[in-house]
């Protein structure tokens, strides 16, 4: 059985901006802890003596030179942006008051 | 409406590149409670622990290619990468790397075989992709230390804990609201031109020890540290446009009276001060912050763990946001970006490229140079060690280089605000006027004059001192015939000085220097009137 609790998924949630109502709040838990236990299973998999891996492929130091490549113009980066305004991605008010 | 900018002090209003966790309290009712400072270092024992951020200056962002100009259009040096879109992958910037290694060698840290790259999960527009690259536990230098030697020449060893790879946010521009301040903003602006911008984040260990010198140590130590990161040529380190930050993490202990007692007392309850963009600021905000400390611990309150923002114009701090858990960022290991490994080869051939460290350098430069140690201070302070170095190096006697640099073009810098590499004079045009003044053909106030020609931009000392007009007489019989007429004139003064009033003469030189209209070198007159009347 999972452990996660109604107070965690409403801290996920925050942590996420994502507004959930009650209904919904149960609704994840619910749901997340289905995910959570299947997960788990992985758990009993026995890793003794074997490295934590992070990246399958046996690759370090893969980089570029500092050289300047082409990006986007202004135009183009803002195309794809809900609202726009001065040349900046127009967002909504980021805290509230309280 | 009103609009607040957040510009190049390196955070926003109210956050810098941590993200928001948690609410924003608002200041309610009037300023915090102090002590003064002698109750506040009689009582409590400070505790610091410093956080700088460097924004390098690599031609390119530390995951892809976009240029780092400063100051640049609004969204003109993005790309899909910096700009989170899906599908982008982000590659490490090799010259990120190496400055970031060399960063650490030069703080005397050990610098990791292996590490990778983390993900710092946070909700806010500053970052796109809803994260900040970031490294965790995995450091690419770590345990290393630098010495930093305060104006009385004592030294207080900065012990580092680490030194990490991250990338910059982007700028936000708040709009509306009755304060124009985050929390009443009705929407945000934002540029990405400085998102992905490498960074590297240096952290000290706790700092112990340091009573009453805390806030010196502070400033000290920023100022060593941006000293050294210039000599590595790894950045601009430009306080003012936010290339070099301070976040400063304070905590006070009560005051043990045997100073051997004082390491087992715990630390107390800490506050990270934000926004501390000066060398200046950081001394005045760690001072502000123990006085505000020992206010609430002396009226038995406890101090809340969390964010303070540094107020340049009020010299107070006031409170943020709750300092979040380190949980709450879900860190886990980069997925797009396979670990740095760097051989002991690389790390070999990066040291070999390290410059003598800054103190070192002083001292040897001091010892080269014949200054005392209140001169050598002067010059540091005035922030005139590489300039001076420059002026010797063209040509210039050392006590000149000095005697203009930290002297009559300080002054003047100071008084305009302005930088000495700013002041319209180079190192070489110095030279070229100490040059005129130690070959005789100028005395100080003709050279001071020169000067004001340089710096009004009239050409060279040779071609100023010309113009004007201006060179000592070199005729020696002119000059002695000036001087036989004074001693003439004065018998009094001249009975003086056979009596062995030797600063009798200084009246006589004034009258010689007068006759040949200020165009005459007194040391020479000096010597005139010696052979004549000391015998």
Redesign the interface.
Same mark, same amino acid.
């Given at each position: 059985m999972s452990s996660l609790s109604r107070d965690d998924v409403a801290h996920l949630a925050m942590l996420a901006r994502i507004e959930l109502t009650d209904g919904e709040l149960d609704r994840m838990l619910g749901e997340l802890s289905v995910i959570l236990d299947a997960v788990a299973l992985v758990q009993q998999a026995p890793t003794e003596g074997v490295e934590p891996m992070s990246h399958p492929l046996p690759l370090v130091n893969v980089a570029r030179p500092d050289e300047v490549r082409p990006g986007l113009t202004a135009a183009q980066a803002l195309s794809g942006a809900p609202e726009a305004d001065q040349q900046r991605f127009s967002v909504p008010r980021i805290l509230t008051d309280d | 409406m009103s609009e607040q900018t957040t510009d190049a002090a390196g955070s926003d209003e109210?956050l810098g590149t941590d993200g928001? !966790?948690g609410? $924003?309290q608002?200041q309610a009712g009037g300023p915090d409670a102090v002590l003064t400072w002698d109750e506040t270092v009689a009582a409590y024992d400070p505790v610091l622990g410093l956080e700088v951020h460097v924004e390098l200056g690599?031609?390119?962002k530390m995951f892809?290619?976009?240029?780092t100009e400063f100051g640049a259009?609004? +969204?003109? !040096? =993005?790309?899909?990468v910096?700009?989170g879109?899906p599908g982008s992958l982000p590659?490490? +910037?090799?010259?990120? $790397?190496e400055s970031a290694i060399r960063i650490g060698l030069a703080l005397n840290c050990t610098i990791a075989p292996?590490c990778?790259f983390a993900r710092k +999960?946070?909700?806010?527009?500053d970052m796109?992709k809803n994260f900040q690259t970031s490294q965790y536990d995995e450091p690419i230098a770590f345990n290393g230390w630098l010495d930093v030697e305060l104006e009385d020449g004592f030294v207080y060893r900065v012990e580092i804990e680490r030194a990490h790879m991250e990338e910059d946010t982007g700028k936000?521009?708040? $709009?509306?609201?009755a304060t124009g301040r985050?929390?009443?903003?009705?929407?945000?602006? =934002?540029?990405?031109n400085r998102a992905g911008i490498p960074l590297i984040e240096i952290v000290t260990k706790p700092m112990t020890g340091l009573g009453e010198r805390a806030p010196e140590v502070a400033k000290a130590y920023v100022a060593t540290l941006r000293d050294l990161l210039r000599a590595l040529g790894v950045s601009d380190v430009k306080m003012e446009q936010g290339s070099l930050r301070c976040d400063a993490n304070v905590s006070l202990r009560p005051r043990k009276k045997k100073a051997e007692k004082q390491s087992e007392v715990p630390f107390g309850t800490r506050t990270e001060t934000k926004n501390v963009n000066s060398l200046r600021s950081v001394e005045r905000a760690v001072r502000y912050e123990m006085t505000r400390h020992a206010a609430v611990l002396a009226g038995a309150g406890s101090i809340l763990q969390e964010t303070r923002h540094w107020h340049e114009d009020t010299g107070v701090t006031t409170s943020g946001r709750e300092k979040s858990d380190a949980e709450?960022y879900?860190y886990f290991?980069e997925?797009d970006?396979?670990?740095?490994?760097?051989t002991p080869e690389t790390v070999e051939a990066l040291r070999a490229t390290l410059p003598e460290p800054p103190v070192q350098r002083r001292r040897r430069l001091q010892g080269e140079w014949g200054f005392s140690d209140l001169e050598m201070r002067d010059v540091v302070n005035a922030g005139a060690v590489e300039i001076i170095e420059a002026t010797v190096a063209a040509g210039a006697t050392p006590a000149g280089a000095r005697k203009w640099w930290s002297g009559e073009i300080a002054r003047r810098a100071n008084l305009e605000g302005r930088e000495l590499s700013d002041m319209g004079i180079t190192p070489r045009a110095v030279a070229e006027l100490d040059g005129l003044v130690q070959g005789g053909r100028l005395n100080d106030s003709m050279a001071r004059q020169v000067l004001d020609g340089v710096l009004a931009g009239e050409g060279n000392p040779g071609a100023v001192a010309d113009a004007r007009g201006l060179a000592l007489v070199s005729d020696e019989r002119a000059l002695g015939a000036a001087v036989d007429a004074v001693i003439t004139a004065n018998p009094d003064l001249v009975e003086k000085i056979e009596a062995g009033k030797v600063q009798a003469a200084g009246a006589l030189i004034g009258q010689v220097m007068k006759a040949m209209a200020g165009q005459a070198d007194a040391a020479r007159v000096r010597e005139l009137i010696m052979e004549r009347v000391g015998g």
């Open positions: - | 109210i928001v !966790q609410a $924003v608002v690599t031609a390119t892809c290619g976009c240029p259009e609004p +969204n003109s !040096q =993005v790309c899909p910096c700009l879109l590659v490490v +910037n090799e010259k990120g $790397v292996w990778r +999960n946070y909700f806010y527009p796109p936000s521009l708040h $709009v509306g609201g985050i929390h009443g903003a009705d929407y945000s602006l =934002v540029d990405y709450d879900r290991p997925p970006l396979v670990p740095i490994a760097p």
